[in-house]
């Protein structure tokens, strides 16, 4: 698809996570990369957590919907559920080659992570296939480093990133992208956390997931006798 007479490929971006709850230190730096890369359209992927990690407190369900009412009304953003519907556990690379698949090779589709999940990519099951379908592009996290420790993913990383931004839409997939964004010192850990101590949290999310989060009865406050 060409976005007008530009003669340039519209940009689509997936942005995955547990979104356990979802939170302003997820949308606002993707509002403000969608201003420096002109993204269009970005879609949220909620997903399943591995059986041996550490599981959600919020159901799937609950999940979903949170996301949906963060981005309700916001033209940037829609929801797909896809990796919630499976029982197993959410491999990306096979969600983004379906993704690929769907939108043909032609669509530049860009992949979205924090710099916290660029730093432990090398465990992801195939990280060494995204770019073979996407770009990838990394949002600056506070508290994590710009260099990476592993050199494998230091010399994937080395042949990849480019500064230009431009190439994100000159080219399908297989460029890696360090946003511009500002940090945001905001984590789900610290919201639940905040929850459960009876804390305070409307400056980290917004008012509809906070709302629904209070009726849901969800990150309950923790007494201590
Ligand atoms: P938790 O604290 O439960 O681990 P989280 O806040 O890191 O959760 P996730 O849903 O795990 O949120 O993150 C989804 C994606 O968003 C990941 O790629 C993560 O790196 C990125 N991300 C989350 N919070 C931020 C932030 N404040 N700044 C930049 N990227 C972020």
Sequence with gaps: MTLGNTGENELMALFGGTFDPIHYGHLRPVEQLACEI????????PNNVPPHRPQPEASSAQRLKMAQLAV???????????????DTPSYTIETLETLRKERGTEQPLAFIIGQ???LTLYKWYRWE???????????????YARELDTPALQRWYDA??????GQLRQRPQGCIY????????ISATEIRQRRH???????????SVERYIESQGLYREHFTS
Excluded at 38 to 45: M, Y
Excluded at 160 to 165: G, K
Aim: hydrophobic share 40%.
């Design 72 to 86: 309700e009304g916001n033209p940037l953003f829609s929801v797909d559920s896809r990796e919630l519907q499976r």
């Design 38 to 45: 002109q993204l269009e359209k970005v879609i949220l992927l």
């Design 116 to 118: 916290d999940s660029l």
């Design 197 to 207: 101590e009876g804390r305070d949290c409307s400056d980290l999310l917004p008012f």
């Design 129 to 143: 296939s995204l770019l073979d379908v996407c770009h990838l592009v990394v949002l600056a996290r506070p508290g």
């Design 178 to 185: 360090q946003a511009n964004t500002p940090l945001l010192d």
């Design 160 to 165: 990849h990133i480019t500064e230009d931004a």
